[in-house]
């Protein structure tokens, strides 16, 4: 059975959301994953906040509000408006989809919460070449955690 089926016969959390084709395309829910890259923006935004460190180094600030937020409640919080399917989809992939998906974010969360503690006692000077780089080191992993949400393989 393919990841579309399976999220097509899975019971939603909400019995008012249901996960067809139709649906997930206009969540844009990955069919075949029932992921949202949409939840990628909760990380985009900072590594783009890191890259602008080197010009602005008050933005250190910005970097340091953020706080790690799980698939649900970034939609939950978000006006995102497929997000009641987004997080229905989500609970009904598959273990074998979820779980290398959910590793990868984990692994973002500690990277970034890493960053932060380096930030909070660097210097101008510091924080202007560190947040870049730690940006940079981001990247290949926000990249996986997109191809997990598109369907590439899990090794």
Same mark, same amino acid.
């Given at each position: !059975?393919?990841? @579309?089926?399976?999220?097509? %016969?899975?019971? +939603?959390?909400?019995?008012?959301?249901?996960?067809?084709?139709?649906?997930? &395309?206009?969540? =844009?829910?990955?069919?075949?994953?029932?992921?949202? %890259?949409?939840?990628? =923006?909760?990380? =985009?935004?900072?590594? !783009?906040?890191?890259?602008?460190?080197?010009?602005?180094?008050? !933005?250190?600030? *910005?970097?340091? @509000?953020? /706080?790690?937020?799980?698939?649900? +409640?970034?939609?939950?919080?978000?006006?995102?408006?497929?997000?009641?399917?987004?997080?229905?989809?989500?609970?009904?992939?598959?273990?074998?989809? /979820?779980?290398?998906?959910? @590793? %990868?974010?984990?692994?973002?969360? +500690? &990277?970034?919460?890493?960053?932060?503690?380096?930030?909070?006692? +660097? *210097?101008?000077?510091?924080?202007?070449?560190?947040?870049?780089?730690?940006?940079?080191?981001?990247?290949? !992993?926000?990249?996986?955690?997109?191809?997990?949400?598109?369907?590439?393989?899990?090794?």
């Amino acid at each position: !059975m393919i990841a @579309a089926e399976l999220l097509l %016969t899975a019971p +939603a959390p909400d019995a008012d959301v249901a996960l067809t084709p139709e649906a997930l &395309k206009a969540a =844009n829910v990955h069919p075949l994953t029932g992921l949202a %890259t949409d939840y990628l =923006n909760h990380f =985009n935004e900072v590594a !783009m906040l890191l890259d602008l460190l080197a010009d602005m180094p008050e !933005m250190r600030e *910005d970097v340091l @509000a953020w /706080r790690p937020a799980s698939y649900r +409640a970034h939609f939950e919080r978000s006006g995102f408006r497929g997000r009641a399917i987004a997080v229905a989809a989500y609970e009904a992939a598959p273990a074998h989809i /979820r779980a290398p998906f959910d @590793a %990868t974010v984990a692994a973002i969360d +500690a &990277k970034l919460t890493e960053v932060q503690a380096a930030l909070e006692s +660097a *210097d101008d000077a510091a924080v202007m070449t560190f947040g870049p780089a730690a940006a940079l080191e981001l990247r290949p !992993m926000l990249a996986r955690a997109d191809a997990l949400i598109h369907g590439a393989p899990s090794t």
